[in-house]
T-cell receptor, first 114, second 116 residues
Framework: AQKITQTQPGMFVQEKEAVTLDCTYD???????LFWYKQPSSGEMIFLIY??????QNATEGRYSLNFQKARKSANLVISASQLGDSAMYFC???????????FGTGTSLTVIP | GAVVSQHPSRVICKSGTSVKIECRSL??????MFWYRQFPKKSLMLMAT?????????EQGVEKDKFLINHASLTLSTLTVTSAHPEDSSFYIC????????????FGSGTRLTVV
């Protein structure tokens, strides 16, 4: 079974609007971390936001927030006030406390329209 | 913050030659380095895990003799693509367990390999 599922291969959003990128995960480990990375066309992986499985509140980092619904095993990324520079690939990832490996989703290509 | 410096960023080589990719951890010691391969518009696939002072651990399906990984010191890990062929053309990226304020990994900037 897929550890991380991103069902949106491509998304479009109008500049200054908010957008939600979906991510669901699968694990039996009670302790895990969820991450979102941005990958622009240049290729580097840019860390955006982290959510721990025991965190009571949803993580926020500037314009990025993570809508963490533990019972549904979802960790959607919300980008508010989209900017043209937000156009990139976005990857959801998970690391289980019992292991060292990072599991990545297949990514969502976000295009911000002026 | 922690930085992983990856070189070269781009390389073009002829079929049959070998290419070495270096990842250096700056200002921190990386006892472990993860090597990923990424095809266009696809996710990152873990190829192998290198550990300083011991043999690398390869994922299923990854040819050990083609992708030689060496972790020579606490700050340097290398991936050598031996006898490269066009199908080895890809984006390779390394990462080390993060330090500092979050629990993620620090990624190198990636190497785009083209074999002609």
């Amino acid at each position: 079974a897929q550890k991380i599922t991103q069902t949106q291969p491509g998304m479009f959003v109008q500049e200054k609007e908010a957008v939600t990128l979906d991510c669901t995960y699968d694990t039996s480990d009670p302790s895990y971390g969820l991450f979102w990375y941005k990958q622009p066309s240049s290729g580097e992986m840019i860390f955006l936001i982290y959510q721990g499985s025991y965190d009571q509140q949803n993580a926020t980092e500037g314009r990025y927030s993570l809508n963490f619904q533990k019972a549904r095993k979802s960790a959607n990324l919300v980008i508010s006030a989209s900017q043209l520079g937000d156009s990139a690939m976005y990857f959801c990832a998970m690391r289980e406390a019992g292991g060292n490996q990072f599991y990545f989703g297949t990514g969502t290509s976000l295009t911000v329209i002026p | 913050g922690a930085v992983v410096s990856q070189h070269p960023s781009r390389v073009i080589c002829k079929s049959g030659t070998s290419v070495k990719i270096e990842c250096r951890s700056l200002d921190f010691q990386a006892t472990t380095m993860f090597w990923y391969r990424q095809f266009p518009k696809k996710s990152l696939m873990l190829m192998a895990t290198s550990n300083e002072g011991s043999k690398a651990t390869y994922e299923q399906g990854v040819e050990k003799d083609k992708f030689l990984i060496n972790h020579a010191s606490l700050t340097l890990s290398t991936l050598t693509v031996t006898s490269a062929h066009p199908e080895d053309s890809s984006f390779y990226i390394c990462s080390a367990p993060g330090v500092g304020g979050h629990y993620g990994y620090t990624f190198g900037s990636g190497t785009r390999l083209t074999v002609v």
